[in-house]
């Protein structure tokens, strides 16, 4: 287990403790190609495997504890099952190289920890006090990371030992945890759930902004081409929110949320609206300041939005459409006594 402590020794200062725990991904990596019996009962009660079998359930039936107990005993023979899902034929294939990647991690805990606390410190409010987890994962269905609670996991194999792109990664993932310490709660109702992912994925994009790492991993440069496409096509982005919301507003479709989450924030489409909302915030911050910045995430999401067109306005930056503001202006009007911010 890799411990990053850091603790801000200045009053009022945010107090971030990360915990990187690399236990899970070593059990895996010391049971594949070992021809040892599995601990079936161990495994369907392990905590990390719970989580991982139940996070990716909600987007494939397959993805089950049962197809996991199988993965896990085929890759203990040195085996893999037909069909993959767990991605367990690389492991296979590159058990050694990825052990020797655990150990690597291990060596630069300080560095790493050091990092991601200066990263998510700079966008945490004071007085916040937040202890989570990094946990290095191995034989999972999806490349990238995802979270649950303050706990952040990660796929090791996809990195291909790129460990800049693994600390910019968790900072993103883990900032979201920070974030639910201090901002309100996701919203149900469409229009207002879509501005709370935009502002949470695009802070946590400038929280770790993948285009100040100049080495050249695999993760690293898949992350910098998306946002060199995205920052190509910026105008198209907003384009895409307006129509949007213009779809929200007239179609009278109960699943049109989620159909646009699904366009503009899914990897499948390089995440457009994550790329709007860093923009976002990167402008807010310049015009108002980082103090205004953190108030208007832990305000009403609309607030956020407004204040962006806001400064638009004076910096000639691309403005929200006529369906977008309509949306958080009507919000607004239900959120009158929210705190004012600028």
């Not at 700079?122 to 007085?127: G, H, I, V």
């Not at 995430?297 to 369906?323: H, W």
């Amino acid at each position: 287990m890799i411990s990053a402590i850091a603790a801000l020794f200045v009053a009022a200062s945010p107090v971030i403790d990360v915990d990187f725990d690399t236990r899970f991904a070593s059990s895996v990596l010391e049971e594949v190609c070992s021809g040892d019996t599995i601990d079936e009962a161990a495994i369907r009660t392990d905590e990390t495997a719970q989580i991982m079998v139940e996070h990716f359930h909600q987007f494939r039936d397959d993805f089950t504890m049962d197809a996991y107990v199988e993965a896990r005993r085929a890759a203990a023979s040195c085996e893999t099952l037909e069909r993959d899902i767990f991605r367990f034929g690389e492991v296979i294939e590159r058990r050694n190289e990825l052990r020797a990647e655990i150990a690597a991690l291990e060596a630069r805990q300080d560095e790493i920890g050091a990092a991601i606390t200066e990263m998510l410190a700079a966008y945490t409010p004071d007085n916040i006090v937040f202890s989570g987890s990094a946990v290095v994962v191995t034989g999972s269905p999806s490349c990238g990371g995802w979270a649950r609670g303050a706990a952040f996991f990660v796929d090791l194999p996809c990195l291909k030992g790129d460990h800049d792109g693994l600390t910019y990664l968790a900072a993103h993932e883990t900032y979201h945890a920070v974030q639910s310490a201090f901002m309100p709660a996701p919203a149900e109702e469409n229009a207002p759930s879509i501005f709370d992912e935009i502002i949470r994925e695009g802070t946590a994009s400038v929280v770790a902004d993948f285009n100040k790492i100049e080495s050249s991993g695999a993760y690293t440069q898949l992350s910098q081409r998306v946002i060199k496409t995205n920052a190509q096509r910026m105008d198209a982005n907003f384009d895409l929110l307006e129509m949007t919301f213009f779809y929200l507003s007239k179609s009278g479709d109960e699943d049109a949320a989620k159909k646009a989450s699904a366009i503009g924030l899914s990897g499948f489409f390089d995440s457009p609206f994550y790329a709007v909302g860093a923009m976002m915030t990167r402008v807010i911050d310049g015009a108002f300041g980082r103090d205004a910045l953190l108030c208007l995430m832990a305000a009403p999401p609309e607030q956020f939005f407004l204040a962006y067109d806001r400064a638009a306005e004076t910096t000639g930056e691309k403005r929200l459409g006529k369906y977008v503001m309509r949306a958080a202006s009507k919000t607004a009007q239900r959120n009158k006594n929210s705190e004012r911010c600028i």
